[in-house]
């Protein structure tokens, strides 16, 4: 079984990780400094156990060889001491279909901070094979690995790493509970092994020189829907939709002060919403055989979303382009997307406006319970949390679906539709 792959450079160097709880985030000269790398499977404990070893080539490539597949492993880039510099998660050393090795993601700093988070979370309790290594890897970005660099002390780094571990068994947990109440039942597992195939392509655009590329993600999560069969878009949408919530509530409560971990995790987790919530609206109106109008508006207001979030300098100002993604969506009267698509007239303007204000007050109460639960995510466990955010959203469905249906039975065919455009825009992203 053959692994191949880079160590890359970055900015800043770091201390030695992963064992000793100061992370090693790579930085500049790493190729220089990196002489082997090394593969290890994480323990019950979270102990690295070594698997293979092979020397780093001048220009940073290197070739692993391996007597068996195996799933969620770190390699890390070790100096000539010993001492590890940086380090990134594989997945699985399965070859995609059709190859004869499998191609490791850039060991960068976006790579190790995502290998330090995967064996954080190990030592914190969680069992390997229970964590989603594909998920983790699309909840953290460079982004997010630049700000625990940024860190004031290798305590505060370590801290924020402990902050990131902990909201993804949050997340992770809420995300499975979610799909089960929408009615997907599905396993850590089956959403992980589903995932693998699109992971392998994706790692291996990463290596061939498209780290930023946005074209190689789109295609990345593309895959991952196409390939998990047991839950459709709007069900993925609202595992998402909580997922994003108790990643952000639990990183926030944790991260050390004066930590620039939240806000950098608060907006990807704006951005892996977005996606989900993209996807799930233009299902909706496919399967509602919305008109090409309707269509169009709606991936209009998608594009204004995802360039938002794209380049929003912080999460109060990606909470304000969901805000306005929902106006566009369902709350700018007969010109929004909901409005289009029921065909609002003066004379049935007031049974929307109707709709639309029971939506507002299922939301209120939502918030409400939000609150609360934000205010408990320092101190309570994964368990909890999870629990209760998907409690939190179950009444909000509920009541909202109930209360529009009666207001919007006066549009026909669409009603439905109309209805779950109802939900997804007033239950979506926002700040807290």
Do not use: C
């Not at 990134?88 to 976006?110: F, H, V, W």
């Not at 655009?205 to 829907?225: C, I, K, M, P, W």
């Amino acid at each position: 079984m053959k692994v191949r792959g880079h160590v890359t450079q970055g900015v800043g160097q770091q201390p030695q990780g992963l064992t000793d709880g100061k992370p090693a985030l790579g930085g500049d000269g790493t190729v220089t400094a990196a002489v082997k790398v090394r593969a290890s499977g994480v323990g019950s404990d979270g102990a690295l156990k070594r698997l293979a070893e092979a020397d780093v080539e001048s220009g940073g490539g290197y070739s692993l060889e391996l007597d068996e597949a195996h799933d969620r492993v770190v390699i890390e880039a070790v100096d000539s001491k010993g001492l590890t510099v940086a380090s990134a998660l594989l997945d699985s050393t399965q070859p995609a279909e059709g190859e004869d090795s499998r191609t490791a993601p850039p060991i960068n700093t976006e790579s190790s901070l995502e290998a330090e988070v995967f064996v954080r979370m190990v030592k914190d309790g969680a069992s390997p094979t229970s964590v989603d290594t594909v998920d983790l890897r699309t909840r953290i970005n460079a982004e997010q690995a630049v700000a625990v660099r940024a860190d004031s002390s290798d305590e505060a780094a370590a801290g924020s790493v402990k902050a990131l571990a902990a909201a993804m068994r949050a997340a992770q947990a809420t995300r499975l509970k979610a799909y089960a109440r929408a009615g997907a039942l599905v396993t850590q597992e089956y959403l992980f092994a589903a995932s693998l195939d699109a992971a392998a392509k994706l790692d291996a655009a990463l290596d061939a020189g498209a780290e930023s590329s946005t074209e190689a993600y789109d295609t990345f999560f593309a895959a991952v829907r196409e390939a998990t069969k047991e839950a459709n878009a709007q069900q993925e949408q609202q595992a998402e939709r909580e997922a994003s919530v108790a990643f952000r509530f639990v990183v926030k409560a944790k991260a050390p002060a004066g930590s620039g971990i939240a806000d950098t995790s608060v907006r990807s987790a704006a951005a892996l919403e977005g996606r989900a919530t993209e996807a799930s609206v233009r299902a909706l109106l496919q399967a509602a055989s919305a008109t090409e109008a309707v269509t169009a508006q709606a991936d209009t207001a998608a594009t204004t979303l995802h360039t938002g979030l794209a380049g929003a300098p912080s999460a109060s100002a990606a909470g304000q382009s969901w805000a306005n993604y929902s106006t566009q969506l369902t709350f700018s009267g007969r010109t929004s997307v909901l409005g289009t698509h029921l065909g609002v007239t003066a004379a049935t303007q007031f049974h929307f406006q109707d709709a639309v204000n029971a939506s507002i007050e299922a939301l209120i109460t939502l918030d409400t319970a939000l609150g609360v639960i934000a205010a408990q995510a320092g101190e309570a466990n994964s368990t909890f949390v999870s629990d209760a955010i998907v409690k939190a959203f179950s009444t909000y469905d509920a009541a909202l679906r109930l209360q529009a249906s009666t207001r919007l039975d006066t549009f026909g065919a669409n009603a439905a539709s109309g209805v779950e455009l109802l939900v997804i825009s007033a239950g979506a992203f926002r700040t807290e």
